[in-house]
């Protein structure tokens, strides 16, 4: 048999093996998706989201009842008493600097219990080493630093810090690293031992990549605030950019002072012409995040039929959207990647080449074919190009054309062998 027609076939077994193991799965996706979306619902009806609160405002955006009652909407989806849910939150990491700084102090210690936060926030907090100015650090905000034990929460050393501490930061997705992400239950476990060694101490999640993923969020397990970007689930694919951050109002209000200006708070912020897609983005989130578990689920069971090592495996829960693989050498990352690209519904022709991206070690390289630019909720993948030669993939809007696309950059990693 020629070549290619090998691997065509390992490739349609593989693909056929991997399909028979995850109806089960798929099962389980789709109940916590109805779940979600029925909750969803209801938040939307009772807080009786109309016609005329779709259509945004202009200027100030004082008065706008269209976006206070989105924010109403995903405040009671949430469980929170409050939530901010805005475009003019520039990415995910703007979203949680605003948090920070909205909530701390000179003086205050910001614990972070979940090892190493996402790269981006090195600068934020003021990491040695990191660039920007500007940061927590420069304007006398501590950091403390807890590793995770054996991927689990270490709460006794929780409740040995929280009485110095301001703030238990918690990072729920695995990001870019090799653990795997909290769940909402672990999150409330945290949260309850470091309120009982700290009754005033605030529980802060960065939520990115988790929402929509369980029936419950962080803010329903006792974190006390919460933040997320909407170019990844709540956004449903829809949402152009933005941002949120929900949970007790008080400190909502506080992070909303930051957002715009001390004495000013939430009262400004037009919406522009973009209001009604974040509330349909937001509507859309339950299936669309369920549409990439199910990409995600299958990029596990295929590559594991592969012979390639996955995290998290097929079997496994899964509390964030994204799947690890390693590849085990560069040419195969950047095979997966370009397979990827090649069967994205925008920039298909283009061919991903690894760069030194600021802020890594290495170079990295990506495909990202999306409709909004940079979306994570849409089929990505991503990786250092560095042993184990790690992709990283999350998002799909859609499975039946994510499945294509992992089958391309798994076929183009075959070829390459
Ligand atoms: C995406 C993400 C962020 C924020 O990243 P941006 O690229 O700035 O949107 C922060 N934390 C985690 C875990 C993330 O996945």
């Not at 009754?199 to 369980?214: K, S, T």
């Not at 990295?364 to 790690?390: H, N, Q, W």
Request: proline content about 6%; some cysteine.
């Amino acid at each position: 048999m020629p070549e290619h027609s090998k691997i065509d076939e390992m490739l349609r077994r593989a693909d056929a093996a991997a399909m028979a193991k995850l109806p089960a799965r798929f099962a389980e996706v789709e109940q916590v998706r109805d779940e979600n979306q029925l909750r969803l619902l209801k938040a939307f009806t009772d807080s009786r989201v109309a016609a005329h609160h779709l259509s945004g405002s202009t200027g100030y955006g004082y008065g706008d009842e269209g976006r206070d009652r989105l924010e109403e909407v995903f405040a009671r989806y949430t469980g929170s008493e409050a939530a901010l849910f805005r475009h003019q939150f520039m990415s995910g990491t703007h979203t949680i600097s605003v948090m920070l700084f909205g909530l701390l102090r000179p003086g205050d210690v910001m614990l972070c219990a979940s090892g190493r936060p996402y790269d981006t926030l090195a600068g934020v907090i003021g990491l040695p080493g990191a660039a920007g100015s500007g940061s927590l650090a420069e304007f006398g905000i501590g950091y403390r630093e807890l590793p995770l034990q054996d991927g689990e929460l270490d709460l006794p050393a929780i409740c040995r810090e929280a009485p110095g501490c301001r703030m238990l930061y918690l990072q729920r997705s695995r990001g870019y690293a090799d653990r795997p992400p909290l769940s909402p239950e672990a999150i409330g476990r945290a949260a309850a031992a470091a309120k009982e060694a700290n009754p005033g101490i605030i529980v802060a999640v960065d939520n990115c990549y988790g929402e929509f993923v369980r029936c419950e969020e962080p803010t329903m397990r006792g974190a006390d605030v919460m933040a997320g970007s909407l170019i990844k689930n709540p956004g449903g694919g829809i949402a152009p950019t933005g941002g949120y951050i929900a949970g007790r109002a008080g400190l909502v209000a506080q992070c909303a002072e930051r957002m715009s200006a001390p004495g000013v708070g939430a009262e400004v912020g037009s919406t522009a012409g973009v209001q009604r897609q974040l509330y349909l983005g937001l509507y859309f989130a339950p299936m669309v995040t369920a549409e990439a578990l199910k990409a995600g689920l299958y990029a596990s069971a295929l590559f594991e039929e592969l012979g390639f090592t996955v995290s998290p495996r097929w079997q496994a829960g899964r509390d964030d959207i994204i799947t690890a693989v390693q590849t085990e050498s560069a040419p195969r990352l950047a095979a997966l990647c370009r397979g990827i690209q090649s069967m994205s519904p925008i920039d298909s022709f283009v061919t991903p080449e690894a760069w030194p991206m600021p802020g890594y070690d290495c170079d990295v390289i990506m495909a990202a074919g999306a409709f909004t630019l940079g979306s994570s909720i849409e089929l990505s993948c991503d990786g250092p190009m560095k042993p184990p030669y790690t992709a990283y993939l999350q998002g799909s809007l859609n499975f039946a054309a994510g499945r294509a696309a992992i089958r391309e950059g798994a076929r183009r990693m075959l070829a390459d062998n």
